[in-house]
């Protein structure tokens, strides 16, 4: 079975009790499980992984990677948190990987914060999901399969 990897940034961890009133009352827990539930109906495994560390992020990205080159993995849905508007280490990782990735994010950040409307994800992602809360995620898992043709 084709594998989508969802893969979550710093503090997304705190979901569900982090700014309820941007992100929602929804934990981490149930955001993954979502997922799976998902890929269930889309016939593909959903492999979940949360790190606040960016250089854990990478590395999920590289295996991801060798994943996609194995034609085991479609790809990866990636909420990069606040590493967003700053990783140009993650945004080199998506293009060094050459792994199709979708960036998610719950909140629309082009109606927050200026330091939010700038993505180092986005000029290296195959799509985008924006503002759609927590089910961004399942628009996202099913924009990665559409997109890959299974
Ligand atoms: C976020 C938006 C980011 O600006 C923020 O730093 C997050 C969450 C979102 O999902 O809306 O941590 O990626």
């Known amino acids: 079975m084709p594998k989508v990897i969802v893969l979550n940034g710093p503090n997304l961890n705190l979901l569900g009790q982090r700014e309820p009133a941007v992100y929602g009352s929804t934990t981490l827990a149930d955001v993954e499980a979502l ?19 960016e ?9 991801a990677g060798r994943g996609v ?5 479609l790809g990866v849905v990636f909420n990069a948190g606040a590493y967003t508007h700053t990783s140009v280490a993650l945004h080199d ?11 998610i994010h719950i909140s629309n950040v082009h109606a927050r914060e200026a330091f939010r409307h700038h993505s180092f994800i986005s000029p ?7 503002g759609f809360g927590v ?5 996202a898992i099913e924009g990665l399969v559409r997109r890959s043709g299974k």
């Open 124 to 130: 290296a992602a195959a799509g985008i999901v924006v």
């Open 93 to 103: 990782a998506i293009k060094g990987a050459e792994v199709p990735v979708i960036e």
């Open 135 to 139: 089910e961004g995620y399942v628009l």
């Open 55 to 63: 250089g854990v992020l990478i590395d999920a990205i590289h295996e």
């Open 69 to 73: 080159k194995a034609g085991t993995v």
């Open 35 to 53: 997922c799976r539930k998902t890929g269930e109906r889309l016939g593909v495994e959903v492999e979940c992984l949360q790190s606040n560390h």
